[in-house]
């Protein structure tokens, strides 16, 4: 019997870093919330998931328009940024 790769790699592979999220890492931002100077940051949504959220990929029960969405601001952006380097 062939083996299997291993979860982690099969699926660090769809993350943008390449890998999934080492315990520490995740520690790190905990850590960064609670420290007194972030004590202003109020109501954010702070994504720790190595870029998964921002390449435009769904959580489950998130809507395909949240996505198309997402990638037309992406692309908004990046023509804006591209024209005014120009």
């Known amino acids: 019997m062939e083996k299997q790769p291993d979860y982690d ?11 999934l999220a080492k ?7 905990i850590s960064l919330l609670l420290r007194p100077d ?6 954010i949504e702070l994504n720790a998931d190595g870029g998964w959220l921002a390449c435009g990929n769904m959580l489950p029960g998130q809507a395909a328009t949240d996505r ?3 990638v037309e601001l992406v692309n ?3 023509k804006t940024t ?3 380097a120009a």
Do not use: C, F, H, N
């Open 9 to 19: 790699i099969l699926e660090g592979q769809k993350i943008p870093v390449g890998r």
């Open 23 to 29: 315990p520490d890492e995740v520690a790190a931002v």
């Open 38 to 43: 972030a004590a202003y940051l109020q109501g």
């Open 68 to 70: 198309d969405a997402y």
């Open 76 to 78: 908004l952006v990046t």
């Open 82 to 84: 591209a024209s005014k």
